[in-house]
């Protein structure tokens, strides 16, 4: 379900893309996380919670890539299972830095 998930949201750039037109528009985007449930005959929370945890845990993979220390050996660091399949989310992502007080 977790590879028909990603390809569902790839497919529907209104639940991901906030450059699109309809990003804002709360009855479009219900209507795509609508359709992503009735396909994967689960509910719209389910769904959107696979999502979630998906799309954060993409993040932190690429957060721990990012925090490589160089030097380190290429092979301690595997790709995480969904890594490529959500590499479609690069360019919609923000890089954030931290503040240290």
Not at 13 to 20: A, F, P, R
Request: one cysteine or more; glycine letters at 0%.
């Amino acid at each position: 379900m977790t590879d028909d998930l990603i390809e569902l949201v790839r497919q529907r750039k209104v639940i991901y893309d906030s450059k699109c037109k309809d990003y804002k528009d709360h009855f479009m985007r219900n209507a795509a996380w609508e359709e992503i449930a009735e396909i994967l005959e689960q509910p719209v929370n389910k769904c959107k919670d696979d999502w979630a945890k998906l799309r954060n845990a993409f993040a932190s993979a690429l957060k721990r890539r990012r925090n490589k220390k160089s030097g380190q050996a290429a092979a301690a660091l595997v790709p995480w299972k969904y890594e490529e399949s959500l590499s479609f989310l690069l360019p919609y992502m923000e890089c954030r830095s931290t503040k240290q007080m």
